[in-house]
């Protein structure tokens, strides 16, 4: 008994140790959001707030300047919501489509197209950089949110098809059957059928798609410059424009900023995330 | 007129024949089972009657009309499935109605369509619920409100009462024959129950390996059957099966299985006589001593065998007895007590009597 509790106070132990030792940084940037640059440069990087410092968040949002524009990270958000929203809402519908033909509307080959749309799954982001570059000048949407919209979209269909695949798979042949005999066509069963039983894989797609769009940096750093931008971008803009006294304050109050829509995200939809990918059959 | 022709259909996958050749004419108000193990064949060929597969060659005709090239929704056709496959995130009202909304009905006119079927299967209590909240049995009901609703030429059905509980299967067996007898429909069913098959059909076509053994009515089927196949697999028990020799005695044939003698059916040719020859016989053909078969005019006859074991039923004892080296069933009046081990006398009913040749294994008188 006495060894069972002492065990089980192990366990805690660990565990609680560890989640301190990985909530650390979120906890310095969180402190360091709401301390004045004086001070984390005359004391520490780690430090319990002297004064509250709430003016470094208007500052971030409104009027700090980034490369040679003192607006904030403000444009930069609405930029990365720009591009976020519609490249999560196309690649969702697009992938449940893809992975509608696919799962129920056997074909010849079916298998071998899935699993070229799989394979972008695995393609390091470095390796696309380039075949990007010559898409986007030719089609002209260099520096332009729309570009990243496109190539958002486009790569976020390797994700959405297999997810969306995956998830129809289980929807029993019988009901296809049952919806072809009753006169119904490729998209009326989509819609009518279908769509009302995909809630818990779109939530799942959706959240994964918005996270992984909001936070990418790679693409939006290679292929926008100035104010096209989105918020991850900028930031690091943000940091490298500082010249005289560094502003830890106001950059850890942008990157809160920055961080806080997928935070939201996980808040509202993470149970969902959770139920959906353990979501089986549908019956 | 033939509500179902089907002319010389094959249907391959790869290199496997899944159906080699199938012929059937299905007559307009008929209830036909495809009944046979699975694998046979039987649900391919329902799918491609329906359209939802292709078949190799051959031709479908449904109301005279060649629907080879057709798709599903404009044969004219209504299945209901073994799944139910009732569309989950609709009501049973939306259910029954989808495909006529697909057609473009006018509401009016669904409405009275689902008035009228609702009330022949009495689920208009259940029209505002979605299938989870149905039972095993409403579904059912609800699958064939949505087959009945559009009054097709012709109904399929795929093993629709598998997925049921043994009473309400009997319960929905007999309620899917009255229908049939109340709306006259052409139906085709397919199952791997012969005891649906028997209770059901107007005609039973028996499937085994891609080929159609027997297409018949009921009766002719379980007396009757055209070969081993039909014989072993129609009924329960099955019939019994024995290798026995056609001999001749006082000018009469007769069938001879070890020691015992039964008068041959006088239908079989003389060529068999001397060779051997495979019995077919129902075990509710040997009874006990006292038994009279038919309306008491069937010749008597009996035999004596070693009881082997017995097995009580409440409404009969099957009797598991030895004749000539094969063991056969027997079927008893429940109050008779036979002692396993010792020989008894048995009531055979010798108007029922099979010959099956050994080789072919077809019947031959």
């Known amino acids: ?283 | 007129m033939s509500a179902l022709v089907i002319r010389d259909l094959h249907k391959r996958f790869g290199a496997t024949d899944v159906l080699k050749g199938i012929n059937l004419d299905i007559d307009n108000g008929d209830f036909t089972v495809l009944v046979g193990p699975s694998g046979c064949g039987k649900s391919t060929l329902l799918n491609i009657i329906a359209g939802l597969e292709t078949a190799t060659a051959g031709d479908i005709e449904i109301d005279g009309r060649v629907v080879n090239a057709i798709p599903p929704k404009d044969r004219d056709i209504a299945m209901v499935f073994q799944t139910y496959a009732l569309y989950p995130s609709m009501t049973v009202r939306q259910n029954i109605t989808f495909g006529m909304e697909c057609r473009n009905v006018p509401k009016p006119q669904q409405a009275t369509a689902l008035e009228r079927v609702a009330k022949l299967l009495q689920i208009e209590p259940l029209l505002a619920r979605k299938p989870a909240q149905l039972s095993g049995g409403q579904r059912q009901r609800v699958a064939m409100g949505r087959a009945l609703v559009r009054d097709p030429k012709l109904f399929l059905f795929d093993e629709p009462l598998s997925n049921l509980d043994a009473k309400l299967r009997v319960e929905m067996r007999m309620e899917i024959k009255q229908l049939h007898a109340r709306i006259g429909a052409s139906i085709v069913y397919v199952t791997h129950d012969q005891i649906e098959a028997m209770t059901m059909a107007t005609r039973i076509a028996v499937m085994h390996q891609g080929e159609i053994q027997q297409f018949a009515d009921p009766d002719t089927i379980y007396n009757r059957p055209a070969n081993l196949f039909v014989a072993r697999f129609m009924g329960a028990p099955p019939m019994n099966t024995i290798p026995a020799r056609l001999e001749a005695h006082a000018g009469r044939p007769v069938v001879v299985v070890g020691d015992t003698h039964l008068p041959a059916p006088p239908s079989i040719a003389p060529e068999w006589l001397g060779k051997p020859v495979i019995l077919g016989i129902r075990p509710e053909c040997i009874a006990e001593p006292t038994r009279q078969f038919g309306d008491g005019t069937a010749p008597s006859l009996t035999i004596t065998a070693p009881v082997e074991m017995t097995e009580p039923t409440g409404a009969e004892t099957i009797v598991v007895l030895r004749l000539g080296g094969t063991k056969i069933l027997a079927r008893v009046a429940p109050d008779i007590r036979l002692v396993p081990g010792a020989p008894a006398t048995f009531a055979v009913d010798a108007r029922k009597l099979c010959l099956f040749d050994p080789q072919t294994e077809r019947l031959i008188a």
């Open chain 1, 1 to 283: 008994m006495r060894d069972a509790s002492l065990s089980r106070a192990l366990l805690y132990a660990v565990a609680f140790l560890l989640a301190f030792l990985y909530l650390i940084p979120l906890a310095v940037v969180l402190l360091n959001s709401l301390r004045t640059a004086e001070e984390i440069v005359q004391t520490s990087m780690i430090g319990w707030p002297r004064v509250w410092a709430f003016q470094n968040y208007t500052a971030a949002w409104a009027d700090f300047c980034i490369a040679q524009t003192c607006s904030g990270i403000r444009p930069y958000m609405l930029n990365s919501a720009l591009v976020t929203l519609p490249a999560t809402l196309l690649s969702t519908l697009l992938g449940a489509v893809a992975g509608y033909a696919i799962s129920l509307w056997r074909f010849k080959g079916d298998t071998w197209i899935f699993a070229l749309v799989t394979l972008g799954v695995f393609l390091p982001e470095q390796m696309r950089l380039i075949p990007w570059t010559i898409v986007l000048r030719d089609v002209g949407l260099t520096n332009t949110l729309a570009g990243l919209v496109m190539i958002h979209t486009v790569q976020g269909l390797s994700f959405t098809t297999l997810f969306c695949r995956n998830y129809y798979i289980a929807i029993p042949a019988d009901l296809m059957k049952a919806a072809k005999i009753d006169g119904a066509g490729f998209f009326r069963i989509f819609y009518r059928i279908v769509l009302p039983l995909s809630p818990p894989i779109l939530i799942v797609t959706v959240i994964w798609q918005f996270t992984g769009i909001w936070n990418e940096f790679l693409y939006g750093v290679t292929f926008t410059t100035g104010t096209q931008q989105p918020v991850t971008a900028a930031l690091i803009a943000l940091s490298a424009s500082v010249a005289d006294v560094p502003q830890h304050g106001v950059q850890s109050a942008a990157v809160v900023i920055a961080a806080l829509p997928t935070l939201l995200v996980y808040l509202f939809g993470g149970r969902y995330f959770v139920r959906g990918l353990t979501a089986g059959a549908v019956k």
